[in-house]
């Protein structure tokens, strides 16, 4: 894309993280802004994928990506997370990654601070009958990829 390689979506998930800590933290926007950055971060988390397996300069195979996702729960998640922000819903006649396609960001915490037009807001996915924090899943998702690229030499 506009001949960049694959570590302009690398910045993008930094960038995206740096967001959902900001919406935890508290920020301008309300809850529809604090939720189209959650769903931005998995969206991106999960496309680093193609962006490797697509620039042919970062010798990454699909197999490889493949099976970093399916050996991880918190990618798994990451995955059924940006397909159903993607989609609207998780397809029932594709396998979920998770194993369960009413995975979704289910629960909304906000703490709003009077006068300010700012809110801090929590979320919590669902899936498999577990529930998890979004800034930890996130910033799991990133260290796995870290240590993915930095294995590979890549970072």
């Known amino acids: 894309m506009l001949g960049q390689g694959w570590s302009s979506q690398w910045d993008r998930v930094g960038r995206r993280l740096a967001d959902v800590r900001t919406v935890y933290a508290g920020a301008p926007g309300g809850t529809d802004a604090a939720i189209d950055a959650v769903l931005s971060?998995?969206?991106a988390v999960h496309h680093l994928k193609d962006w490797l397996t697509n620039d042919q300069e970062s010798g990454v195979q699909t197999t490889d990506v493949h099976g970093l996702i399916?050996?991880?729960p918190t990618l798994k998640l990451c995955a059924d997370l940006a397909n159903g922000a993607k989609?609207?819903?998780?397809d029932p006649n594709r396998r979920a990654r998770t194993?369960?396609?009413s995975t979704t960001v289910a629960q909304n915490d906000v703490v709003v601070f009077v006068g300010t037009g700012a809110s801090?807001?929590?979320f919590r996915t669902a899936s498999g009958g577990t529930t998890r924090d979004v800034l930890e899943v996130?910033?799991?998702a990133v260290s796995e990829w870290r240590d993915f690229l930095s294995s590979r030499n890549l970072i």
């Open 41 to 43: 971060f998995f969206e």
């Open 70 to 72: 399916n050996g991880s």
């Open 87 to 90: 989609h609207f819903k998780l």
């Open 99 to 101: 194993g369960d396609h």
């Open 120 to 122: 801090a807001h929590r």
């Open 138 to 140: 996130a910033e799991e």
